[in-house]
Each structure stands twice: as C-alpha cells, then as structure tokens.
Nanobody
Framework: QVQLVESGGGLVQAGGSLRLSCAAS????????MGWFRQAPGKEREFVAT????????YYADSVKGRFTISRDNAKNTAYLQMNSLKPEDTAVYYC????????????????WGQGTQVTVSS
C-alpha cells in the first residue's frame, strides 16, 4: 500500500522552470517504477516520464524530451520532475503514479496516484 502527495505546482511564465515533488509513504518505494502524467481540461491523462526503482532507467514523452528531467531520491522516499523551458501547452494537472509491475506509458496500468498539482504556464 502506497500513498503519494504531489507538490511544487504553480503559475510560471513561458520559458521559466518549475520542480515538482512526489512524496511517497509505505514500506516499498525503491522497488517500484514511478511515473509522471498530466491531464489538461477536455483531454485524457497522458504520459510524461517514468523512472525505474533504482533510477537507472528513464523514459520521456517526445513532447517533453530535452526539457524535463525525472529523478528520485529513495533515501527521502521522493520523486521529482524538473521542468525547464516551460510552454503554455504544458499547462495541466500533473500526477505522480506508482507501477508495481514495471514501467509503462499507460495510466491505467499504474496502481497508485497522488491528488495532482496544478501547473499553469502563461504567455
């Protein structure tokens, strides 16, 4: 059983940076893949990035590759999403998820979710 809490969202101008955090509680953290997803109004939840339990493997959506960086600190039970060169189209609610079975880009395959944090990028 895992509980997740996202934080760090807010309002930022285009071209700016923001770092999201995902604090996890539960007996297991380092053994699970962590993923970041986002959902804009009127759209389905979409994949952003995922990272393996050890942090040795990462995958990114094409739309954020080169701008976003996913990382984790297992000693602190926390995952991060560093977002640079933000664009208005990045505006969405960002969610952190845990996949007990592996790393995928499909939201329906994740077992636990946080409440989400709003990211708004102004032009």
């Amino acid at each position: 059983q895992v509980q997740l809490v996202e934080s760090g969202g807010g309002l930022v101008q285009a071209g700016g940076s923001l770092r999201l955090s995902c604090a996890a509680s539960g007996r297991t953290f380092s053994r699970n893949w962590m993923g970041w997803f986002r959902q804009a109004p009127g759209k389905e939840r979409e994949f952003v990035a995922t990272i393996s339990g050890s942090g040795g493997s990462t995958y990114y959506a094409d739309s954020v590759k080169g701008r976003f960086t996913i990382s984790r600190d297992n000693a602190k039970n926390t995952a991060y999403l560093q977002m640079n060169s933000l664009k208005p189209e990045d505006t969405a609610v960002y969610y952190c998820g845990v996949n007990n079975d592996g790393g995928t880009a499909q939201p329906r395959e994740y077992d636990y979710w946080g409440q989400g944090t709003q990211v708004t990028v102004s032009s």
